[in-house]
């Protein structure tokens, strides 16, 4: 059941939260070499500004064989260094997959997140797809339990996208280097890379703009 609390936005936001805090997750495909039965594989994903997943994969893949036959997925995670598996936070997206067009613009942000991936970036056969969600399997802990449709998980329009490179060179330039790098900036929060690690941090409130996101930044 759902605590009588969380309003279909609150829990839109939730879902949107706990997805853009993982980095990896399981993909589910299905199978072309047997029929149809669910093909599992681990894949590093990047939430884009918009709430759809950006994944980089090769055409050498199983998975990406998976896709181009059939581009329904669904890819499930979680926080991993949580040894509680049955009363964390989980969620599932149900969707479909295609292949980006806009490979430069797709890896520029991709590679902020994801810089060990630069050389498998560099060999012609790894291209992204972009996973456009259907609906949201969300877990937020005992008793919050429920489905997600695409229309409640979608982000409110903001300017956040067009607004990000220059953001976060205003903000990386202002701050020292010991406090780590900011590498990205959406309308729910930004994630701060120090010490090789990189750690999410939820604002309170969606930000439109980068006015907002600059206020929201603030310690």
Known sequence: MIPDKATPQATALAARQLLRAHRYGALSTLSKKFEGHPFGSITPYLVDHDGSLLILISALAEHTKNIQHDPRVSLITHNQEDSHIQTQGRITLVGSAALEPERELAGKRYLRYFPEA??????????????????????????????????????????????????????????????????????????????????????????????????????
């Open 118 to 219: 630069q050389t498998y970036y560099d060999m012609p056969d790894f291209q992204f797809y972009r996973i456009a969600p259907l609906a949201l399997r969300y877990i937020g802990g005992f008793g919050d339990i429920h489905w997600v449709k695409a229309d409640r998980y979608q982000v409110p329009p903001n300017s956040l996208a067009a607004e990000e490179d220059a953001l976060l060179e205003r903000i990386n330039a202002a701050r020292p280097a010991t406090q780590g790098l900011v590498i990205g900036i959406d309308c729910d929060g930004y994630d701060l890379r120090l010490n090789d690690r990189t750690a999410r941090h939820d604002f309170p409130t969606p930000a439109l703009d980068g006015n907002q996101a600059l206020v929201l930044l603030q310690p």
